[in-house]
């Protein structure tokens, strides 16, 4: 069984830094975290699941929300089942709950595309 994990999240001051991490566990043989792209994706009280950024299992290209470029970084270790997420300069509007996700195939920007989902964590930014 496949588990997508989310930690990091926090209360932060707008202009703060903060890395928000995702752990895999359960992708084993021939489904290895390795073949997946995975996402960032967040969701703001009363609004709908946003796409924040993607990369794909090579780790060599990234794909970011105009909102979010040039502040945030996403990256991933094969080796730690695990995929990270930079956040500098945050600003309030960037207060959601982050979730990360996990597609057998090319990245999307697409919730609907994506095979598995970690639970959340939540990030707030406020003075």
């Known amino acids: 069984q496949v588990h997508l994990v989310e930690s990091g999240g926090g209360l932060v001051q707008p202009g703060d830094s903060l890395t928000v991490s995702c752990v895999a566990s359960?992708?084993?043989?021939?489904?290895?975290?390795?073949?997946?792209?995975l996402g960032w994706f967040r969701q703001a009280p009363g609004k709908g699941r946003e796409f924040v950024a993607a990369i794909i299992s090579s780790g060599t290209d990234t794909h970011y929300v105009d909102s979010v470029k040039g502040r945030f970084t996403i990256s991933r270790d094969n080796a730690k089942n695990t995929v990270y997420l930079q956040m500098n300069g945050l600003k309030p509007e960037d207060t959601a709950v982050y979730y990360c996700?996990?597609?057998?195939?090319?990245?999307?920007?697409?919730?609907?595309?994506?095979?598995?989902w970690g639970q959340g964590t939540q990030v707030t930014v406020s003075s």
């Open positions: 359960g992708l084993t043989g021939s489904r290895t975290f390795s073949r997946y792209a």
């Open positions: 996700a996990a597609v057998a195939g090319p990245y999307s920007t697409y919730a609907r595309n994506y095979d598995y």
